[in-house]
């Protein structure tokens, strides 16, 4: 550890000093993620919000962007930190893809590597205000996982964070089963939106639909009430 | 002055590189060979007197790669530090196994940086690393010089170039043997290198990785099974009238 590093901290304890600033709180967030893995690969929707408070100022956020080859990542929380996440993965893909030799990063080791990143900010007292969702298919394998703000991360079969734990989870877990298809999937997860559209004041009106399968497609959905 | 640093020689040569390279021929024999699937590493074991121990030539890398060394062993000792190291760092960071054709990348650089430098001298030992990645199993070569080269099967050390001609003859069925017919093929490119020493488990080591089968060094007793099994087939050979093979008398280098 850098002895500078040490006595900086030493003067003020947690305060900001010269060189020594870590997040406090969110600023301009997104809400809820909603995953689910359906037969063919991984379905993913967030709305296109970006809240400042209680105003919901951005209406054309993108929240979901696919990773490499084989991952999507979506992010609820602070948007800024989504974007200085998406600038860690730009340069982790494209070294990935310098070595030019056949193999490439999955959506297991983009999750892990997050994972690493996370806890890391996390130890520092300088979190990433995200709750990330990562989820892909590679070589056939499918993988949904999530990492919080604190670096606790999980697999699952569907995942929701933020409000989308509480009021679209139970909804996923009675309706979600191994061999969606491809339309009922989208289904189902226009069913929790619309939930959340309903409940969370941070939800807007406009969707992002993104489908992994062997390829990546997306979808601008706008959802009317 | 231009023999004791790594720096040029006048004719455009570096010295210390080339006498790292000899060093690696004075070790005892190491030979690899590969499948689609599997990698076999064998080697042959060399002791300081009868007293003593064998040296390890073979060390496991992670569950997935392993490698063979031949020179100097100590060299090889950090050498294997190194990689092992950069696999376990990978590992926690991606929850995935480091692919073999990086952390071979990354050994050359680590030995380039020795041939570039006035105060270091080149690792005084050639790796044979046997691993997995995607692409199925792989064999690569790292010299002291900072090279590597994939390899379908070599052979380094003292009176490897039995071993190679072997190699050579055979070399062609390796990517669709069996795991038991590359183990067997691994031993019989080994006593070629013994030039009639008899062939026994006490006098070599042999290591498998494949899918699906983590990197371990196999046991004595399975690996003596294989070479009884070898020489029934060679009596047969024989009983059966074949035409003697011509051994290529090599002159072998003072075996240090």
Redesign the interface.
């Known amino acids: 550890m850098n002895s500078i590093d040490a006595t900086i901290a030493e003067k003020g304890l947690m305060s900001s000093e010269m060189g020594s600033e870590r997040t406090l709180y969110p600023y301009v967030t997104g809400t809820s993620v909603i995953g689910i893995k359906y037969k063919d690969g991984i379905l993913m929707a967030a709305d296109m919000g970006g809240s400042y408070g209680s105003t919901l100022r951005y209406k054309s956020v993108e929240r979901l962007k696919p990773i490499g080859k084989h991952s999507l990542i979506g992010a609820s929380g602070e948007i800024s930190d989504f974007q200085e996440i998406l600038r860690y993965l730009d340069e982790l893909i494209l070294y990935d893809n310098m ?1 030019d ?6 959506p ?2 983009v ?3 997050l994972t ?1 990143v996370m806890y890391n900010r996390r130890n520092k007292f300088n979190p990433l205000w995200n709750s990330l969702v990562l989820g892909g298919v590679k070589n056939g394998q499918k993988y949904l996982g999530t990492v919080s703000m604190i670096g606790v991360h999980f697999e699952d079969n569907h995942i929701a964070t933020g409000f989308g734990n509480h009021l679209a989870r139970p909804i996923l877990r009675k309706e979600w089963h191994e061999n969606l298809s491809f339309e009922d999937g989208v289904k189902l997860l226009e069913k929790c939106m619309r939930v959340l559209l309903y409940r969370d004041r941070s939800a807007v009106n406009k969707l992002q639909v993104w489908c992994l399968f062997p390829f990546v497609t997306s979808a601008f959905y706008p959802l009317f009430s | 002055m231009f023999r004791n640093h790594t720096t040029w020689s006048p004719a455009g040569r570096l010295f210390q590189v080339e006498y790292a390279m000899e060093a690696v021929k004075q070790g005892s024999a190491a030979i690899g060979l590969r499948s689609k699937t599997h990698a076999v590493l064998a080697s042959v074991n060399k002791a300081n007197s009868e007293l003593s121990s064998h040296q390890k030539k073979i060390f496991k890398i992670d569950d997935h790669i392993g490698i063979a060394i031949a020179g100097l062993t100590a060299d090889g000792r950090v050498l294997s530090r190194y990689l092992r190291s950069e696999c376990i760092n990978y590992s ?5 196994p480091l ?1 073999v ?2 952390l071979v ?1 990354q050994l050359a650089d680590k030995a380039q940086v020795c041939t570039q430098r006035s105060w270091k001298r080149p690792y005084g030992v050639g790796l044979l690393v046997a691993g997995l ?3 199925g199993a792989h064999l690569y070569y790292n010299c002291p010089s900072g090279n590597y080269f994939e390899y379908q099967a070599f052979a380094i050390g003292s009176r490897s170039q039995a071993a190679k001609t072997y190699l050579e003859r055979k070399f062609e069925t390796f990517m669709d043997s069996s795991r038991e017919e590359l183990i067997k093929d691994a031993l019989f490119a080994i006593k070629e290198t013994l030039q009639g020493e008899k062939l026994t488990n006490s006098i070599c080591t042999v290591a498998v990785v494949g899918v699906g089968e983590p990197f371990h060094v196999m046991d004595q007793k399975t690996v003596q099974e294989v070479i009884d099994s070898l020489e029934i087939t060679e009596e047969r050979a024989d009983q059966g009238a074949a035409m003697q093979e011509d051994r290529s008398p090599e002159t072998a280098p003072m075996d240090i």
């Open positions: 070595w030799d056949g193999n490439s990063l999955g297991k080791e999750h892990n590597y690493r | 926690f960071t991606y929850e995935s692919p054709g990086r990348v990645d995607e692409s």
